[in-house]
């Protein structure tokens, strides 16, 4: 959390923030950082406050200050964030930026924050996992002996097919064993590649390939695909709205009122909202509150959020918003695939 914090400080500089050296009331003289002159709480020439702290509570009043923006604009941030996420995204973009914090600032304190949720709410099982995936060489001999084995076998039964003299109702029991044989066959191939993607040797292919392996690797394995999303996903979060830019674009195709800069500020407030509510939805689970009906109000309100966003956002009538309403939540759930493929095939 302290190191989502410190990342989203480096990327948005302490500025419009109010309430930093007021109650020491005004500064004058020379600016201790530039040497400029003076007059107010904050230097006019480089932003430092006039008043710098060097006492040994300070040390905790600028940690809250300075790394988790506790003294200000994230409560004003929060708030709109929530119920008018649409207007916020509006005015952020329109360059009403001073009281609030950054998108992007946003979105990496959420990451990391949900990372550390997931971390310390997540199974424990999920080091067992991977060492039951991660065969030994033994265990992956055997395996393509099994192969070796049953490639023999379809041969041979190709072979009788082959043979003269084969009588009809021979035929089709051998055809139907021939089909077991490959049915078995293919699974072992399943088997053989999910373990080539886990070790790093099957990953290499066109994007089906890719996609195809890490469906099945997280349909074999589940709690393996767990650790991956789990050890993968914040790192490369910031993927997720790459992703989804493309598909924005497609809700304004060739619109002039709209730049690529904006739909990049919409996805980034959206993404670094439904992290704080993933986990918030982690968190009620780990103390046992989460019940149907608050799972569901989750949902609804994630769902309610996109369409407040989107018509705010974008300035839409309420047909508008609606019509583009389910082609928002389909892209949501591509994007969302790919950012899942994208993590699973990962080593």
């Not at 918030?280 to 799972?295: F, P, R, Y």
Request: glycine content about 10%; charged content about 15%.
């Amino acid at each position: 959390m302290i190191t989502g914090g410190m990342l989203a400080r480096a990327v948005e500089p302490g500025h419009g923030e109010s309430g930093h050296g007021k109650a020491q009331g005004e500064g004058h003289g020379a600016c201790l950082n530039c040497g400029a002159t003076v007059d107010g709480h904050y230097c006019a020439n480089c932003g430092q406050a006039a008043h710098v702290h060097r006492s040994f509570a300070a040390i905790g009043h600028d940690l809250a200050h300075g790394v988790l923006h506790f003294e200000g604009k994230v409560w004003t941030t929060l708030p709109e964030l929530a119920l008018r996420p649409g207007k916020l995204t509006r005015r952020y973009i329109h360059g009403e930026r001073a009281k609030f914090v950054s998108p992007f600032a946003l979105f990496l304190f959420s990451a990391l924050l949900m990372y550390a949720v997931f971390s310390l709410t997540g199974h424990s099982g999920t080091t067992d996992a991977v060492k039951g995936v991660k065969m030994d060489k033994g265990a992956q001999a055997e395996l393509r002996k099994e192969q070796e084995q049953a490639d023999a076998h379809i041969r041979a039964i190709k072979a009788k097919l082959k043979a003269p003299g084969v009588s009809a109702a021979r035929r089709e029991a051998l055809t139907e064993t021939l089909a077991e044989a490959q049915a078995d066959r293919q699974g072992l191939t399943l088997a053989g590649d999910l373990t080539d993607s886990l070790v790093g040797e099957g990953v290499n292919g066109g994007i089906a390939r890719t996609v195809g392996k890490a469906v099945s690797a997280a349909a074999e394995n589940p709690e393996f695909a767990y650790y991956k999303l789990k050890a993968n996903a914040y790192k490369f979060s910031w993927s997720l709205i790459l992703i989804s830019l493309p598909f924005l674009w497609l809700l304004f195709p060739f619109s002039r009122r709209f730049r690529m800069y904006d739909h990049a500020m919409y996805v980034t407030y959206s993404i670094a909202f439904m992290s704080l509510l993933f986990s918030l939805s982690m968190i009620l689970t780990a103390v046992h509150v989460t019940s149907g009906l608050v799972t569901l109000g989750l949902l609804l309100f994630a769902a309610w959020h996109m369409y407040r966003q989107l018509k705010d956002a974008y300035s839409l009538s309420r047909t508008g918003a609606l019509l583009r309403l389910p082609l928002l939540y389909g892209f949501a759930c591509v994007s969302l695939s790919l950012f899942f493929t994208l993590i699973v095939s990962l080593g």
